[in-house]
T-cell receptor, first 110, second 114 residues
C-alpha cells in the first residue's frame, strides 16, 4: 500500500465546475505539499501546509492532521487548470524527503 | 529572481554509458533535492544535499550519485546506464533542509537510454 493515496486518478470537468481532489497519507508528517505539473514536465508548488486551510485565488487547500487527509479544491474551474495535481508529504522525524502520491490528472473542458 | 535551472534539458544515452546532470538552485537556496519521475513509479526521491553534504538518500542503487558545490550548484551522476533509467530527472531547491521549507522545482532533464 502506498504511503500517499490520491483520488480520483483521473477527473474530467466542465468549465466552471467546483473540483475536489483528495489525498490520504499513512505516516506522520511535518508538512504536506500540493504540486501542479503541466504537460512538458514543469512542476509548480501550489501550497505547503501543516494545519488548517490556505487559499490562493481560486485554489483552496485544507488538511486534517488527525485524520491524515488533505483536499485541494478548485472553484470556477477553467481549461487552463488542466494539469496533473500531485500531493506530497514530508515525513516527520525521518531523514527522508518528500513522498509523492501518484497524481490526479484533471481535464477541464470548455 | 531567477528560478531553478537544469542542464541539459534533453539527453539521449546508450546502455552502459554514464551521464551527469546539473542543477543551479535559486540564489540564496542552500538545499538541493533530486527526484526521478517515470510513468510506472511516479515521482521518487533520489537524494538531498545541504551545504555540500548529502543529507538524505532515497532507495536507489549506488550507480546514482551526486554532489553539491560551495555555490550550492549540484550535479547528479548515473553510471552504467540501464534502459530503466529513462526518466525525467527533476531537481528542487529550498532555503534550507526540512519539511517546512517550500521546494522550487526546475524544468527537469529528460533522459532517454537506448
Amino acid at each position: 500500500k502506498n504511503e500517499v493515496e490520491q483520488s480520483p486518478q483521473n477527473l474530467t470537468a466542465q468549465e466552471g465546475e467546483f473540483i475536489t481532489i483528495n489525498c490520504s497519507y499513512s505516516v506522520g508528517i511535518s508538512a504536506l505539499h500540493w504540486l501542479q505539473q503541466h504537460p512538458g514536465g514543469g512542476i509548480v508548488s501550489l501550497f505547503m501546509l501543516s494545519s488548517g486551510k490556505k487559499k490562493h485565488g481560486r485554489l483552496i487547500a485544507t488538511i486534517n492532521i488527525q485524520e491524515k487527509h488533505s483536499s485541494l479544491h478548485i472553484t470556477a474551474s477553467h481549461p487552463r487548470d488542466s494539469a496533473v495535481y500531485i500531493c506530497a508529504v514530508y515525513p516527520s522525524g525521518s531523514q527522508g524527503n518528500l513522498i509523492f502520491g501518484k497524481g490526479t490528472k484533471l481535464s477541464v473542458k470548455p | 529572481k531567477a528560478g531553478v535551472t537544469q542542464t541539459p534539458r534533453y539527453l539521449i544515452k546508450t546502455r552502459g554509458q554514464q551521464v551527469t546532470l546539473s542543477c543551479s538552485p535559486i540564489s540564496g537556496h542552500r538545499s538541493v533535492s533530486w527526484y526521478q519521475q517515470t510513468p510506472g513509479q511516479g515521482l521518487q526521491f533520489l537524494f538531498e544535499y545541504f551545504s555540500e553534504t548529502q543529507r538524505n538518500k532515497g532507495n536507489f542503487p549506488g550507480r546514482f550519485s551526486g554532489r553539491q558545490f560551495s555555490n550550492s550548484r549540484s550535479e547528479m551522476n548515473v553510471s552504467t546506464l540501464e534502459l530503466g533509467d529513462s526518466a525525467l530527472y527533476l531537481c528542487a531547491s529550498s532555503l534550507a533542509t526540512g519539511g517546512f521549507y517550500e521546494q522550487y522545482f526546475g524544468p527537469g532533464t529528460r533522459l532517454t537510454v537506448t
